[in-house]
């Protein structure tokens, strides 16, 4: 288990319902071995944004904010956001209709204790992470000729 290098962040996790904590724990894990996976996204910075855990590519600029927390008012529920006008979201649900529980355009939700959609959640933090290196690619290409 990767240490926690923000004391601020490490409290956010301890303040969980010990079963939320359990499974963003585990969400947490999948965040830096995804990171590491990938090539171009580099080492991650974790802090907090708006009281949340979140993961930003700052080393390499590669990709969007991803964070991480229960769902409002309940502790049987976690979700992981995305910025909501990235497109993200929408991406994910063309990718996965049948996958996961979608808020919207920023949210993926989740249940305690259910197991993870692993294989397709590591592809969205994958896609997330790398979100802005691919856009930039993909402007490059469509570039007109002179």
């Keep these: 288990m990767k240490r926690f290098d923000d004391a601020r ?6 303040a969980y319902p010990p079963a939320v904590r359990t499974d963003l724990m585990a969400l947490r894990e999948m965040m830096f071995d ?22 930003l590519t700052e080393e390499t600029g590669s990709g969007s904010t991803v964070r991480l927390d229960r769902l409002k008012g309940r502790d049987d529920g976690y979700a992981v956001y995305f910025h909501c006008q990235s497109g993200l979201v929408g991406q994910f649900r063309e990718l996965y209709p049948d996958t996961f529980e979608v808020e919207g355009e920023r949210a993926l939700h989740f249940t305690v204790g259910k197991r993870l959609p692993a294989r397709a ?6 896609l ?19």
């Excluded at 962040?9 to 301890?14: L, P, Q, R, S």
């Excluded at 996204?41 to 855990?53: D, F, I, M, N």
């Design 128 to 146: 997330a992470l790398t979100h802005h290196s691919r856009r930039h690619s993909q402007k490059k290409r469509k570039k007109p000729r002179s």
């Design 121 to 126: 959640l590591r592809h969205c933090i994958g």
């Design 34 to 55: 995804v990171a590491a996976a990938t090539p171009g996204v580099g080492t991650l910075t974790e802090t907090l944004k708006w009281g949340q855990p979140s993961y």
């Design 9 to 14: 962040v490490a409290a956010v996790f301890k």
